[in-house]
């Protein structure tokens, strides 16, 4: 029986699905707000001293923030521009894939109808030296986390590699 090993959260890729084709916007430096909350709320029990529990009511996610060194030419950012400026949320598919050694998917992360609302700068500085980063926030209808190892190891088998 093997001890399983914790994943490394270095080598990820991130996918768009923006209306007609998706496409692959490079550079990401960091992916973050992939989590859910079970929502509470307090209900009253019991006679004259009754107290109060908590219930499920629901759950709650947070926001998706990519952030990368600003490239020219993203086809992500025209997509968000275009938004911005039709005043339209025009929803797509992102899909993040955790990459295991070989570049193959270990985990996917499926979110669901994302949109963005907003879009921000790391600044400038004439006194320091770096790379511009831009911070892309957005929010989703609901995501799917889908373990992909079985499949990337079939494939590996399959193609040798």
Not at 37 to 49: S, T
Not at 113 to 126: H, I, L, Q
Not at 147 to 161: H, I, R
Request: proline share 5%; glycine share 12%; with cysteine.
């Amino acid at each position: 029986m093997s001890v399983p090993i914790p994943l490394a959260g270095y080598s990820f890729r991130v996918d768009f699905g923006i209306p007609g084709f998706f496409t692959k916007d490079i550079g990401f430096k960091s992916v973050s707000g992939i989590n859910f909350e079970l929502k509470l709320k307090d209900v009253k029990v019991g006679g004259v001293d009754g107290g109060t529990v908590q219930v499920p009511d629901g759950y709650k996610s947070g926001d998706l923030v990519l952030e990368r060194g600003m490239i020219e030419g993203s086809y992500l950012i025209n997509w968000l521009e275009a938004q911005i400026l039709s005043q339209k949320k025009i929803p797509i598919p992102i899909i993040v894939t955790l990459l295991d050694g070989k570049g193959l998917p270990s985990y996917c992360w499926f979110f669901i109808n994302a949109y963005p609302v907003k879009w921000e700068t790391s600044g400038f500085d004439a006194e320091r030296s770096g790379v511009l980063i831009e911070k892309i926030t957005f929010k989703y209808f609901f995501y799917k986390q889908v373990n992909m190892t079985m499949l990337s190891s079939a494939y590996a088998a399959v193609m040798g590699v």
